[in-house]
T-cell receptor, first 114, second 115 residues
Framework: EAQVTQNPRYLITVTGKKLTVTCSQN?????MSWYRQDPGLGLRQIYY???????DKGDVPEGYKVSRKEKRNFPLILESPSPNQTSLYFC?????????????FGSGTRLTVV | AQKVTQAQTEISVVEKEDVTLDCVYE???????LFWYKQPPSGELVFLIR??????QNEISGRYSWNFQKSTSSFNFTITASQVVDSAVYFC????????????FGQGTRLTINP
């Protein structure tokens, strides 16, 4: 089944403890992206990647890192999480290096930082 | 810069009523794409429709229909004879052919269908 897989689905952590949210897609998509969803703000882009070893900042990149060493994987790294990073996170991918096809989303990761 | 506005934060209707979700967008690009996604209570984001800026035909899919009007920069979504399973948060989104490589989302409309 074609899908984007995120792990974990739920995570509660403490301030300052490094964490990684994994994202993997099995559709050979070039483009991958991370979004966060917050009430009243919709979804906002954190980082995106056009292909392997090509990443760029989105609208809210502060406090996050990403890497794209393989085409299928695009992990989101929080080096020192803070409570304002409590949010619902989505990984997304799309074929052909163009977002105009629309995204396939992962199931989401609900992160709570205490 | 691209922008999407969903002015209705929450809508509540009784089952079988028709309901329209509004979406207004801003873009400087002449070629762009509009999307609707559904987020049910389980939390995942489900693709509903994609429309490009050169196709102004309205689309109908079962009880769902979309009205695209370039003159008013709107892409509204109507659910006919609503059902409880339609309860969800609905997001409208926009991408530009020559703009930033991302979908820009509206704030979302929470739709509650009461039995």
């Amino acid at each position: 089944e074609a899908q984007v897989t995120q792990n974990p689905r739920y995570l509660i952590t403490v301030t300052g403890k490094k964490l990684t949210v994994t994202c993997s897609q099995n559709m050979n998509h070039e483009y991958m992206s991370w979004y966060r969803q917050d009430p009243g703000l919709g979804l906002r882009q954190i980082y995106y990647s056009m292909n392997v070893e090509v990443t760029d900042k989105g609208d809210v990149p502060e406090g996050y890192k990403v890497s794209r060493k393989e085409k299928r994987n695009f992990p989101l790294i929080l080096e020192s999480p803070s409570p304002n990073q409590t949010s619902l996170y989505f990984c997304a991918s799309t074929p052909g290096g163009s977002v105009n096809y629309g995204y396939t989303f992962g199931s989401g990761t609900r992160l709570t930082v205490v | 810069a691209q922008k999407v506005t969903q002015a209705q934060t929450e809508i509540s209707v009784v089952e079988k009523e028709d309901v329209t979700l509004d979406c207004v967008y801003e873009t400087r690009d002449t070629t762009y794409y509009l999307f609707w996604y559904k987020q049910p209570p389980s939390g995942e984001l489900v693709f509903l429709i994609r429309r490009n800026s050169f196709d102004e035909q309205n689309e109908i899919s079962g009880r769902y229909s979309w009205n695209f009007q370039k003159s008013t920069s709107s892409f509204n979504f109507t659910i006919t004879a609503s059902q409880v399973v339609d309860s969800a948060v609905y997001f409208c989104a926009l991408s530009e052919a020559r703009g930033a490589q991302k979908l820009v989302f509206g704030q979302g409309t929470r739709l509650t269908i009461n039995p």
